[in-house]
Antibody, heavy 121, light 106 residues
Framework: EVHLVESGGGLVKPGGSLRLSCAAA????????MHWVRQAPGMGLEWVSS????????YYGDSVKGRFTVSRDNAKNSLYLQMNSLRAEDTAVYYC??????????????WGQGAMVTVSS | DIQLTQSPSFLSASVGDRVTVTCRASQGVSTYLAWYQQKPGKAPKLLIY???TLQSGVPSRFSGSGSGTEFTLTISSLQPEDFANYYC?????????FGQGTKLEI
């Protein structure tokens, strides 16, 4: 079965750090572009970061650039998001997702269940 | 960054109605536009990719159209399970932005 499972969420104080993990199964993880998307409570979806299959290309949203680092371990079928200098506005559910490519368009088909990150003193 | 503006932000409708949601991009994204449905407490679900291609398993009452800067999602006959939040997303250029969402209410 194809699935993604996030872990590592929790409560952290402002300025603190947290590392999210995403375990993949049921598809060829090592050839997949992987992404993080977040959703603050009661708000819309926000794309956070992406990493290419071989970790060559890394991209970040402006709101997390310089504070978050995406990485992966293809041998372990795992995706990571290291979050440093956390702020209250980083409070959100964080989803990992796989990018599918088609002729004329791409999209996120597989999503994890989400990991809640709360930044509060 | 490419901005996506969805309209309306809120839509009140009844079972059986035909509804349309519009997504406008601040610059051309060709057909690199996807639509997602999200229900409370759940991850988003892909409905449409490449602007107009129905994802496998999605009911045919959902359809998408457009290219360039203007796109639409249409639900031809609303069913009770369709009341949810809907988002468009451009995957033409990084950052892969989402529209602000449309809440479809009974």
């Amino acid at each position: 079965e194809v699935h993604l499972v996030e872990s590592g969420g929790g409560l952290v104080k402002p300025g603190g750090s947290l590392r999210l993990s995403c375990a993949a199964a049921g598809f060829n993880f090592s050839t997949s572009s992987m992404h993080w998307v977040r959703q603050a409570p009661g708000m819309g979806l926000e794309w956070v970061s992406s990493i290419s299959s071989s970790s060559t290309f890394l991209y970040y949203g402006d709101s997390v650039k310089g504070r978050f680092t995406v990485s992966r371990d293809n041998a372990k079928n795992s995706l990571y998001l290291q979050m440093n200098s956390l702020r209250a506005e980083d409070t959100a559910v964080y989803y990992c997702t796989r990018l599918y490519n088609w002729n004329g368009g791409d999209a996120f088909v597989i999503w994890g269940q989400g990991a809640m990150v709360t930044v509060s003193s | 960054d490419i901005q996506l503006t969805q309209s309306p932000s809120f839509l009140s409708a009844s079972v059986g109605d035909r509804v349309t949601v519009t997504c406008r991009a601040s610059q051309g994204v060709s057909t690199y536009l996807a639509w997602y449905q999200q229900k409370p407490g759940k991850a988003p679900k892909l409905l449409i990719y490449a602007a107009s291609t129905l994802q496998s398993g999605v009911p045919s009452r959902f359809s998408g159209s457009g290219s360039g800067t203007e796109f639409t999602l249409t639900i031809s006959s609303l069913q009770p399970e369709d009341f949810a939040n809907y988002y468009c997303q451009q995957l033409y250029d990084y950052p892969y932005t989402f529209g602000q969402g449309t809440k479809l209410e009974i």
